[in-house]
């Protein structure tokens, strides 16, 4: 197995630093398994099939589509740049996730916590080395915090679901399409053509992403300067990006580090969707855990 994991220095000016992966060697047989239906029996991420989250799913993803607009994106993360709204650990932050139930989720009715949970779990299953892995399957979705009154109360259509490039045309591929039409953006000659507001090859780090609970946590995790490597933050900004991770879009506006980074995200999907399940883990069992790993990444308390 050759996975080459430099551990960074602690510091402003630290580099990201890079994980390079063989793909060729890299195989995980630790005993994760794929399963093939969610908790409601239903093959995972199927947003037309008639099911009780359905209804509710598809009334989720039109808001989202017509109010998520380049401008919207603008302010909010200038606004949210600002990390001025709360102190805490990542830990604290874990447990708030109790109270936070996801709309935009076909596959998932239970609390957060359980999902972060089981995800982590899954991949250390899998890759028992990668601890830096495991600790950005634990926080990945912590961002939904901005649905909670103390992060500003955000609704869930400006927290939650897949994201995708806002002052670009929106793909096809992005789930229930159709809504896009009542977006402004649809109209305006500026945002959407192919490019809009970008060029070729400009790197994801120069495209504006619908607002949501991957761009905040990159910006809390990146600003309060933890010392995971590049990949962890890559996974943790464009995970719900499933128009490029899954059907292959907006691959024009990748750069050369986006295409190494998304090597991992690819990894990382498989154990974020597939782990979504009833079977419920032990939350004081692995706490000790996942606590050590949070004090080798990131300072006592954050900024968010
Ligand atoms: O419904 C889900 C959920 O909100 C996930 O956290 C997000 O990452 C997915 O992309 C989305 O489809
Ligand atoms: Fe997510
Ligand atoms: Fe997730």
Redesign the pocket.
Known sequence: MTVLIDQPEFGIEAEEKKVTIDETEFVSDGGFVVSQTNSFGHTFRDYDVESERQEGVEKFYRNNHINQTYDFVKKMREDYGKLNRVEMSIWECCELLNDVV?E??PDLDEPQIEHLLQTAEAIRKDYPNEDWLHLTGLIH?LG?VLLLPSFGGLPQWAV????FPVGCAFDQSIVHHKYFNENPDNSNPAYNTKYGAYSKGCGLNNVMMSWG??DYMYLVAKHNKTSLPSAALFIIRY??F?SLHRAGAYTHLMNEEDVENLKWLHIFNKY?LYSKSKVRIDVEKVKPYYVSLVEKYFPATLKW
């Open positions: 996801d935009s989720d979705d939904k939650v679901g897949d994201t609970h991957d995970h719900s499933y974020d």
